[in-house]
């Protein structure tokens, strides 16, 4: 009884954090009309809730603008492990690799999988490695799907065609030696235009670095001012006429 309150608990928080966490978009206002996906699960069950649940794991999900929040929680008797190496994310059958929040904003590919013991469980996001980069001022996050038509009316009809395509997930879960490749598929139930008004741009938690600027010519000319000076100075001191040393 103890077990299912602290499950029935943690559901309950990790559904706040998706209320209030919250993701960025590429795009503004004025850019064309700003669209909202509305998903269900359809594999490997059926539902709204996007909940998932065996005998050894219950994972929740939520899918925003350019990746997929979701929370896991080890319900067997042994430690399971997550592999992130191997995970991946197809849209409309295109499967790419992942980055997740080890690795969001890195310049490395290497993801860390970590241990769950009994009762554990993570909180993370993901979203496909190429569609996370610094364009030189500030990180984008790539839509999974269109969201705004850029007042394209070839572009909006393609994404009221959205309806019925599928965000799938790879999760393989290693329960000591053995791996199990669990399949989940998310397919757009709905497609809704919303006001720019009623949108409000998200940010991650924790937010993206500052991104790092390359030395410019500008830098170069001061670095050279600046040593050009410290070497004049260095041979005035050595052209200085020694004095000997009075007696």
């Excluded at 290693?174 to 809704?192: A, E, H, I, M, P």
């Excluded at 170069?220 to 052209?239: D, E, K, P, Q, R």
Aim: glycine share 4%; with cysteine.
């Amino acid at each position: 009884m103890k077990i299912k309150i602290f499950l029935i608990a943690v559901i309950m928080t990790f559904s706040g954090i998706f209320m209030s966490c919250v993701t960025t978009s590429q795009y503004s206002p004025g850019s064309g009309n700003k669209y909202q996906y509305v998903y269900k699960m359809v594999y490997p069950v059926k539902n709204s809730s996007l909940l998932f649940q065996d005998d050894s794991v219950i994972i929740q999900f939520k899918l925003d603008e350019s990746t997929v929040r979701f929370q896991l929680q080890n319900i067997s008797e042994s430690a399971i492990t997550l592999d992130w190496n191997r995970a991946s994310i197809g849209i409309s059958d295109r499967y790419f690799a992942v980055r997740h929040a080890s690795n969001f904003y890195g310049d490395t590919n290497f993801s860390n999988s970590i241990i769950m013991p009994p009762l554990g469980y993570l909180r993370d996001v993901i979203i496909p490695r190429e569609n996370v980069y610094n364009d030189g001022d500030k990180w984008v996050e790539l839509d999974l799907l269109p969201t705004t038509d850029h007042r394209s009316s070839q572009l909006q009809e393609s994404i009221k065609k959205n309806v019925g395509k599928r965000i799938s997930l790879i999760f393989p879960i290693l329960f000591g030696s053995t791996t199990k490749n669990y399949r989940f598929d998310f397919q757009v139930d709905t497609v809704k235009r919303i006001a720019w008004k009623d949108y409000t741009p998200l940010k991650r938690v924790p937010g993206p670095p500052p991104p790092v600027h390359p030395v410019t010519a500008l830098d170069n000319v001061t670095t050279a001012v600046i040593m050009v000076g410290v070497l004049g100075f260095s041979a005035y001191v050595l052209s200085i006429k020694k004095n000997p040393p009075a007696e």
